[in-house]
């Protein structure tokens, strides 16, 4: 079985602040590891993902994210945000050399304030 | 280049009614999925199915039928409606169902059922 904790259900920061956004993860078999974001009102877009590789991964947007096994980790870093950024945002986790069935987070809803 | 659609977008149910939640994707994807999403609780897998005939349920499968009679269809029967119901609805799809690939979301349905 695979899990997915996502400690902080609400992040307010200032704009042009950084940000970090926490996701811890157990599974007993290797993973695959997303974050996804949700704006209001829409569906769940993907944002970036690790499959093996670089342990750091990059979003087109400036977010990135580290996989970090021995801490089980993958938290989510923007060094400025903009109010753009304001969503939900989701970690999930699938198990490497199997079918989809993601386990998601429960989300972190990160409040960009002016 | 439509990706996921779902209809309705919005709709109230009393309890006891039936109804079906439409999914339909022009990407020919394989790999198609149902999850509910309730806050605090992140998105929980419904159903899914690897390929048109096959479907298998996922976490919280009471109270919900699926079929895949086509590649693109993948529709969501609520037989009948309890509150418990009451819930966002995502349809996702994704190229082959592996752990590796990227779930495409449709813009969601959200169902209240008094």
């Known amino acids: 079985a695979q899990s997915v904790t996502q400690l902080d259900s609400q992040v307010p920061v200032f704009e042009e602040a950084p940000v970090e956004l926490r996701c811890n993860y157990s599974s007993s078999v290797s993973v695959y590891l997303f974050w996804y974001v949700q704006y209001p009102n829409q569906g769940l877009q993907l944002l970036l993902k690790y499959l093996s590789g670089s342990t750091l991964v990059k979003s087109i947007n400036g977010f990135e994210a580290e996989f970090n096994k021995s801490q089980t980790s993958f938290h989510l870093r923007k060094p400025s945000v903009h109010i753009s950024d304001t969503a939900e945002y989701f970690c999930a986790v699938t198990s490497a050399g199997g079918y989809q069935k993601v386990t998601f987070g429960t989300g972190t809803k990160l409040q960009v304030i002016p | ?114």
């Open chain 2, 1 to 114: 280049n439509a990706g996921v659609t779902q209809t309705p977008k919005f709709q109230v149910l009393k309890t006891g009614q039936s109804m079906t939640l439409q999914c339909a994707q022009d990407m020919n994807h394989e790999y198609m999925s149902w999850y509910r999403q309730d806050p605090g609780m992140g998105l929980r897998l419904i159903h899914y199915s690897v390929g048109a005939g096959i479907t298998d349920q996922g976490e919280v499968p009471n109270g919900y039928n699926v079929s895949r009679s086509t590649t693109e269809d993948f529709p969501l029967r609520l037989l009948s409606a309890a509150p418990s119901q009451t819930s966002v609805y995502f349809c996702a799809s994704s190229p082959q169902g592996w752990g590796n690939t990227e779930a495409f979301f449709g813009q969601g349905t959200r169902l209240t059922v008094v």
